[in-house]
């Protein structure tokens, strides 16, 4: 089932580092930033984990929950999440069963041959597990700062109606 913006997430469970559990429901109440990239320890890939690890304190601050989603195993993850110091937990999504609901698995040219891989995107959730907003194909300078303005954004949204 496909992931649409303004509709709740479908059902889904996962494992991340820590042995956190993760699901549709698992975060209810509080807002989620699932972020999707290609692989540990790559150039792009750890420019982007550190700029969520240093602005980290201000997601929390702003209600929201960081997870990292990739198809790496939980061994590379832990070994990324130590080597980098990361204040959130990696999905090891290694069947790509998230991957392929959030739409985020394209068909990439890499030296010239067809391969399979991660489209960077992140994904909103809001606190009643409704996808808010997303981002697809992005490039890394300033993405962070975009996610945070539009989390600190919706957490503005929430106190009005509450």
């Known amino acids: 089932m496909a992931i649409v913006v303004?509709?709740?997430?479908?059902e889904f469970e996962a494992v991340a580092t820590g042995d956190i559990k993760v699901s549709n429901t698992s975060h209810m109440g509080?807002?989620?930033?699932?972020y999707f990239?290609?692989?540990d320890n790559t150039p792009g890939c750890t420019t982007e984990a550190m700029q969520f690890r240093d602005k980290y304190k201000?997601?929390?601050k702003a209600g929201a929950e960081v997870f990292g989603v990739s198809r790496d195993n939980m061994k590379s993850h832990d070994d990324f999440k130590a080597k980098l110091e990361l204040?959130?937990?990696l999905v090891a999504d290694t069947e790509e069963k998230l991957c392929h609901m959030f739409g985020v698995v394209?068909?990439?040219i890499m030296y010239g041959k067809k391969v399979k891989g991660i489209e960077r995107s992140t994904f909103l959730v809001g606190p009643d597990g409704i996808l808010v907003q997303e981002w697809r194909g992005l490039k890394v300078p300033g993405h962070v700062d975009e996610v945070l303005k539009a989390v600190k954004a919706l957490k503005h949204q929430v106190k009005k109606v509450a």
Not at 30 to 34: F, N
């Open 6 to 10: 303004n509709k709740p997430l479908p």
């Open 30 to 34: 509080q807002v989620v930033v699932l």
């Open 37 to 39: 990239y290609p692989k």
């Open 58 to 60: 201000d997601f929390v």
């Open 87 to 89: 204040p959130f937990e």
């Open 106 to 108: 394209k068909n990439k």
